[in-house]
């Protein structure tokens, strides 16, 4: 079983739509849980982080995190063309003197149809 | 968040060869690691750099293959040893500001 799961699609959604975005870890001890999202040819750009369960919103994004269930997810309203990327599911944990040791998913392609 | 920039942005070198990848940020950062990620794949951990202390690795990284340095709360470097075609990859280091962590451009290396 993989440390941190995700659907590696694509995804495709039409423009306007919302785009969900699933991931699974297994380690119950994670603290820390972020999405990044990646350009090709580019390095990953943080857009989420979330730490406790629930929702937390940033402008067109929903983080949700379930740790009963160890999943986390991503909600993207209004998608975009310019969504259209990878996104890339992290899972901290501990290393010593942080929970900077992130453990990455797959990664999700996402396509965001006009 | 932490402005970072990494030397070189790409490289093409021989089998054998080694090569030392610089990573710079525009402020002090106590954690900062080191990221392969082979083509069409996620990103691995490789290390972490703390500075004043040695590197610690993940497994299936060792030192004698990827040397880190850590002079300064500013500055590491990473260093591919004895590169063989299976080093081919984009290497990135990344800061942790808060619990938050942060990438590079990264570095893509070919070897052939």
Partial sequence: QKEVEQNSGPLSVPEGAIASLNCTYSDRVSQSFFWYRQYSGKSPELIMSIYSNGDKEDGRFTAQLNKASQYVSLLIRDSQPSDSATYLCAVGRWGGTSYGKLTFGQGTILTVHP | ?112
């Fill in chain 2, 1 to 112: 968040s932490a402005v970072i920039s990494q030397k070189p942005s790409r490289d093409i070198c021989q089998r054998g060869t080694s090569l030392t990848i610089q990573c710079q940020v525009d402020s002090q950062v106590t954690m900062m690691f080191w990221y392969r990620q082979q083509p069409g794949q996620s990103l691995t951990l490789i290390a972490t750099a703390n500075q004043g202390s040695e590197a610690t690795y993940e497994s299936g990284f060792v030192i004698d293959k990827f040397p880190i340095s850590r002079p300064n709360l500013t500055f590491s470097t990473l260093t591919v040893s004895n590169m063989s075609p299976e080093d081919s990859s984009i290497y990135l280091c990344s800061v942790e500001d808060g619990y938050e962590q942060y990438f590079g451009p990264g570095t893509r290396l070919t070897v052939t």
